[in-house]
């Protein structure tokens, strides 16, 4: 009784490790941990499951666009969603300056090209940087761009994403540079907690993500980048080259979203998530469907 | 190699702010520990009523088991982001060791000794102290050496809810793809509990020597 009980477990344990191995029909989507993206690679995995006989497992909630680069470079993960603005982070030498929407995308594809990632065309949103503080607050400091806050930095809280500070280019440091600002106070966190802090007064301003719903929200307001700091990030698709030549069909799914989101409609999807708590799938699958690319 | 220690030069002054700050929650939620779950392993020790007991361990075995990452994002909406909650945190995770500990080391002293020492005219204070306190010591002084060791690591993921700490350079190091700070991050905290246990090692062995268990006691 005993001897079959033990075959049987170390034969289904078997198979489940086999079943795991086996990825030559599996495409693997990774995606960063806010809910557009989220919900994009749901979007994708409807998409390609609907119209090939491709298999595909996502892989939400990796801690930031590096991690998922990274994941990609070694294989680990086929296809993501990046911001344009991504190429600023070190990851290939820039040869020239790209200033527009435009500049940047192109020259992100050249670079990432020689790594081995196919840049597609974008969504038709972007989500930069947003320094954001509570309503109150702007009126009676009269905030309107980021300049605005020159005097009052030095006394306030900042919240941000875990990296920011880290960041060369369109970081901390090459923004004082560029503003001449520093803040009194710099808080890293989790980026989806820093609207909640900045709502209940824990920190004073927040640089958070400019598509997220929760802006509204918790009424508040966005800073303009009146000197131009922070570079394009517009998001778009982007896939391993290998994986495209192995699997070609792809090459006809990925553009099905170019144009198609754009960012009200971003910020829609992230209400869904964020703030009536809907998944990540339901959403995608509402939105192909409104959108006529799903059943 | 040589980079590296460039790096760390440069990089000082955030290594000292962040060490302080991880210091502050470690320590302060490891105190807290101590003063809560000692006092309680003692009570608990010294009473019959065995409901108590599955009630006491029960509760900090619970909170042992939630993921520390789970139990610090349940704590923002009653504490709100930062120090706060990353100490009640760590302090509700200290509590289950030392608390073990403690009622292990006090229900390990022979309670042969204890008679005597009433025998000889010992009041409770000062069986406790004199006597159960000293032979429960090597016990308690483990659970609060091993707790500090973990609390320090977990101390770690505070910089996702804002409290920064050594954290901090792992998630950004992370984040920008840049291992120096990853590096710097992770061997700070291991050099840091290593430190601690270290200290707590020494204390551990000076207190021993000066609290001896009573002669007379032990002579029985």
Known sequence: MK???????????????????????????????YSEV????????????????????????????????????????????LYSGEIFNNHFELKTEPKTREEV?????????GLGITWFEPYGFENTYAFTVRKEVADQLGLKTISDLKEHAKNMKLGVDTTWLERPNDGYKAFSQHYGIEFGQTFPMEIGLVYEAVANKEVDIVLAYSSDARIKEFNLVTLTDDKQFFPPYDALPVARTKVLEEHPELKEIIPLLHGKITLDKAIALNYEVDVNKRSEREVALEFLRKEGLLE | MSDFFAFLVERFPDLLKALQEHLIISITAVVLGCLAAV???ILLAG???????SLVFGI???????????????LI????????????????????PILRNTYAGFTSVDPGVIESARGMGYNKAQRLFQIQLPLAFPYIMSGIRVTTVYIISWTTLATLIGAGGLGQFIFSGMGVNKKELIFLGAVSAILLALLADFVLGIVERRVSRKVKPSQSASAV
């Open chain 2, 77 to 96: 909406p009653l504490f709100g982001i930062g120090t706060k909650p990353a100490i009640i945190a760590l302090f509700l995770y200290s509590l289950l």
């Open chain 1, 3 to 33: 001897k079959g009980l033990l075959g049987t477990m170390m034969l289904v344990l078997s198979l489940a490790l086999l079943s795991a191995c086996g990825s030559a029909n599996k495409i693997v989507i990774g995606a960063q941990t």
């Open chain 1, 105 to 113: 995308v192109e020259a992100g594809r050249e670079g990432f090209a």
């Open chain 2, 60 to 74: 900090a075995n619970i909170f042992q088991t939630i993921p520390s990452l789970a139990l610090l994002a349940l």
């Open chain 2, 47 to 53: 009473n019959r009523s065995k409901w108590l007991h």
């Open chain 1, 38 to 81: 989220k919900v994009i690679a749901e979007m994708y995995k409807a998409l390609i499951e609907d119209r090939t006989d491709l298999k595909v497992q996502v892989k939400p909630d990796l801690s930031s666009s590096p991690v998922v680069i990274n994941a990609m470079k070694s294989g680990e993960v086929d296809m993501a969603t």
């Open chain 2, 39 to 41: 006092p309680l392993g």
